[in-house]
């Protein structure tokens, strides 16, 4: 992703909406959320629920939304590891199928790709 945001690849707003949503998710389901936003929390729960919003998956995209708010509007606001710990409660609990969505956006990704090179 560095590469593609130097400008030495070219990389599309969709293949970056789901290189963002990946690694968010990974980072949330796999616990290490709150190393991932110590730097600039806010900006990265931004481009995380733009990135979900994208792919259509939108009740994770309100729980970044609820958390970013409540970082922004709280005073004082609350300490992140505690945002963070109920964003991944709230997305642990969530019904909706991330794991697929991610997979099929890519999939669809990847077959647009196909057929524009042909």
Same mark, same amino acid.
């Given at each position: 992703?560095?590469?593609?945001?130097?400008?030495?690849?070219?990389?599309?707003?969709?293949?970056?909406?789901?290189?963002?949503?990946?690694?968010?998710?990974?980072?949330?389901?796999?616990?290490?959320?709150?190393?991932?936003?110590?730097?600039?929390?806010?900006?990265?729960?931004? +481009?995380?629920?733009?990135?979900?919003?994208?792919?259509? *998956?939108?009740?994770? !995209? %309100?729980? $970044?939304?609820?958390? #970013?708010?409540?970082?922004?509007?709280?005073?004082?606001?609350?300490?992140?590891?505690?945002?963070?710990?109920?964003?991944?409660?709230?997305? +642990?609990?969530?019904?909706?199928?991330?794991?697929?969505? *991610?997979?099929?956006? !890519? %999939?669809? $990704?990847?077959?647009? #790709?196909?057929?524009?090179?042909?």
């Amino acid at each position: 992703m560095t590469t593609a945001t130097t400008g030495s690849a070219r990389i599309s707003r969709s293949e970056k909406a789901l290189f963002t949503a990946c690694e968010f998710w990974a980072s949330a389901r796999n616990c290490s959320l709150l190393g991932q936003l110590a730097d600039d929390a806010l900006t990265q729960l931004r +481009a995380a629920e733009a990135s979900f919003t994208v792919i259509g *998956l939108t009740q994770v !995209a %309100s729980v $970044l939304r609820r958390a #970013r708010a409540e970082l922004m509007e709280t005073d004082p606001p609350p300490l992140l590891r505690d945002v963070v710990e109920n964003i991944e409660k709230c997305l +642990a609990d969530s019904g909706e199928p991330v794991d697929q969505a *991610l997979a099929d956006f !890519a %999939s669809e $990704l990847a077959l647009s #790709r196909l057929s524009t090179r042909t």
